[in-house]
């Protein structure tokens, strides 16, 4: 155990951490909002329910996660349009007829 007296530290010299500004371009960017639209464009495309449920959750944790407020609430109204829109294509549209072979 070292003594106090050989302490080579200097608390007058400490500074507090501030980190440094980011510009908002340079951001790192918002995989959660890319993935909401993926998946709300497969649920309306290809009508996977799952898809547009997937979509409304990754929305919902992107906009929790939202840094810069321009550009992310675009890409998250988005998402959210897509993810509405595979909803009301999958439980309010008319049944796919069946393929008969």
């Not at 200097?10 to 980190?19: C, E, R």
Request: aromatic share 10%; hydrophobic share 45%.
């Amino acid at each position: 155990m070292a003594s106090s007296g050989n302490d080579p530290r200097q608390p007058s010299t400490a500074k507090p951490y501030k980190p440094q500004p980011v510009h908002p371009d340079n951001l790192p960017v918002d995989y959660s909002g890319f993935i909401a639209i993926i998946f709300g464009v497969a649920g309306v495309m290809f009508r996977y329910k799952l898809g547009s449920w997937l979509a409304l959750i990754f929305c919902a944790q992107s906009l929790a996660n939202m840094r810069n407020l321009e550009t992310d609430l675009k890409q998250i109204s988005t998402g959210f349009m897509f993810a509405v829109m595979g909803m009301v294509t999958n439980y309010l549209s008319p049944a796919r007829a069946a393929v008969k072979t």
